[in-house]
């Protein structure tokens, strides 16, 4: 397999190629900044032996003398006490044992020698080597460049001045795009889920979390509050305690839903570099988690207004404060985990039910409010909330008959923002299939493009076909053709082993 590196000035765009080839690609990927869960203990990973990493026994060795610990928190804890050069190492080795049992992928390295001394640079050139024996490596580097091209298959030149065009080894003015398509070949790394990967989430997630033992801690605290301040409350203040319980839930669950957007672009990031089964696996079961949170915060609200006031321990009460709560948060957790949207959007988009609840699920004063813009107020469940409720429900307007059917439009306008949100995905999911089979049209006429293919092999194949000729010199045309036929496209092959006269 090959080795190919990248190199050109600062700021000519070297990042930018390998993030292109990487788009247009599935492959692992380590970037020169790589974003890590802090919390993440390095003896949690699952499926890795980190007692491979150079002087790991001194690590460990001093970590458990209880003295300075050399080399910060490496044997054992946390991410964040890793410093940049460890984190690279650490990262490096991940994708290495990560890697051994398949073949045939392309693997985007992105400076792994930016913030390692010159004492680990044997050890990465190593791993290279060996990586280089299963795998096709594309890297960026500005440190130790001479040795790189010196152990190089290829070498390509970005430049600030022209970057529609790179230099490939010797050839000058290459479109950029026809090197990108050419250099994204290989397998999809395959990932497989194991019980492993399901107790590295919950040991990470769940019982070593800080952010919800904070929650738990934070949600006791203003409920017990509400407790001595809403205590022995009548019957006639039902829709102010549930007000008050109602803004304690939402708040109490609401800085662990407006992290899942960090914890979305951590976990992209850790899934490139291979630290766990699969992106998909892990937002799928942080789903899981944050709405279990919604839905026991919303159990101890209905169980505190119930120690506070009577009338509502109907189990009725419990459904619409669930999903009373779930009209709210639940377009966090949708924007959060399944959008690329960043932090400041997310909040804007996931805070709109709250406001527009505000505005027009209440409007039931006789006479209140604008003709025909009232009718909103049935999209929102605090509406039929307050059609529950005693005393309110008697001022109220357009209620359902049917209590049983007024439960249910409660719950079916709680999940609204939810199956929107699943339509414009689906939008959105049918415009990019769209747009990337029209990128698949463009790659398949792209390969009959006479230098494409000449640039492919060359990159990829015309040493592996040296060597097969120089092998295979008493066979014939059609053994070597047949022996590469799996790799590279069969008329390229044919034109270069004319060119070389075989």
């Not at 690609?25 to 869960?37: A, E, F």
């Not at 790991?56 to 209880?66: D, L, Q, S």
């Not at 400076?111 to 390692?116: C, D, L, M, N």
């Not at 050419?182 to 790394?189: F, K």
Request: glycine share 8%; with cysteine; aromatic share 12%.
């Amino acid at each position: 397999m090959t080795l190919t590196i990248v190199v050109g000035s600062s700021g000519s765009g070297k990042t930018t190629f390998l993030n292109d080839v990487h788009q247009s690609h599935k492959c692992t990927y380590i970037r020169q900044y790589h974003n890590l869960r802090p919390y993440i203990a390095v003896s949690k990973i699952p499926n890795f032996d980190p007692t491979v990493l150079p002087y790991w026994n001194i690590y460990e060795k001093e970590g458990t003398a209880g003295n300075i610990q050399v080399g910060g928190t490496m044997a054992g804890e946390f991410f964040a006490g890793l410093s940049g050069g460890q984190r690279k190492l650490l990262l490096f080795e991940l994708i290495y044992q990560r890697t051994m049992n398949q073949k045939k992928l392309l693997l985007v390295l992105d400076e792994p020698f930016a913030g390692v001394t010159d004492d680990f640079v044997p050890w990465i050139v190593d791993r290279l080597n060996l990586m280089r024996e299963k795998h096709n490596i594309l890297l960026v580097t500005n440190d130790h460049i001479q040795a790189l091209t010196g152990m190089a298959d290829n070498v390509i030149t970005v430049s600030a001045i022209d970057r529609s065009k790179v230099k490939i080894n010797d050839r000058e003015k290459v479109d950029r795009e026809k090197a990108i398509m050419a250099l994204s070949v290989g397998n999809d790394y395959k990932f497989e889920a194991s019980n492993a990967d399901l107790k590295f989430f919950l040991d990470v997630e769940v019982w070593n979390s800080g952010a919800l033992k904070g929650i738990f801690a934070f949600t006791m605290f203003s409920f017990l509050m509400f407790l001595l301040t809403f205590w022995d409350s009548n019957d006639e203040s039902a829709a102010l305690v549930l007000i008050g319980a109602g803004i304690i839930a939402f708040f109490a669950v609401n800085p662990y839903l407006l992290s899942l957007v960090d914890w979305r672009n951590f976990m992209s990031e850790e899934s490139e570099a291979l630290l766990h089964s699969s992106k998909g696996m892990n937002k799928l079961l942080k789903t899981l988690l944050a709405m279990t949170l919604v839905f026991l915060i919303a159990l101890l609200e209905f169980g505190f207004v119930n120690s506070v006031i009577g009338g509502l321990s109907s189990f009725d009460y419990f459904i619409a404060m669930f999903f009373d709560s779930a009209s709210m948060t639940f377009p966090f957790i949708c924007f959060g985990l399944y959008t690329t949207l960043p932090f400041q959007a997310v909040e804007m988009l996931g805070s709109m039910p709250f406001l527009f609840m505000i505005f027009f699920s209440t409007t039931f004063s006789p006479g209140s409010g604008v003709a025909g813009l009232k009718a909103l107020r049935y999209l929102f469940s605090r509406f039929y909330f307050w059609c529950m409720v005693p005393v309110v429900d008697e001022q109220m307007e357009g209620c359902p008959a049917d209590s049983g059917l007024n439960l249910l439009y409660l719950c079916l306008s709680g999940l609204l923002g939810v199956f929107l949100f699943i339509i414009i995905m689906g939008g959105a999911a049918m415009i990019k299939a769209a747009r990337r089979k029209k990128d698949g049209k463009k790659r398949e006429a792209m390969k009959d493009d006479d230098e494409f293919q000449e640039l492919q092999l060359e990159m990829y194949g015309e040493k592996q076909l040296r060597k097969l000729l120089r092998a295979e010199s008493s066979g014939s045309v059609k053994s070597v053709t047949n022996t590469v036929n799996s790799e590279f496209d069969v008329k390229s092959i044919s034109n270069t082993v004319n060119e070389f006269e075989v």
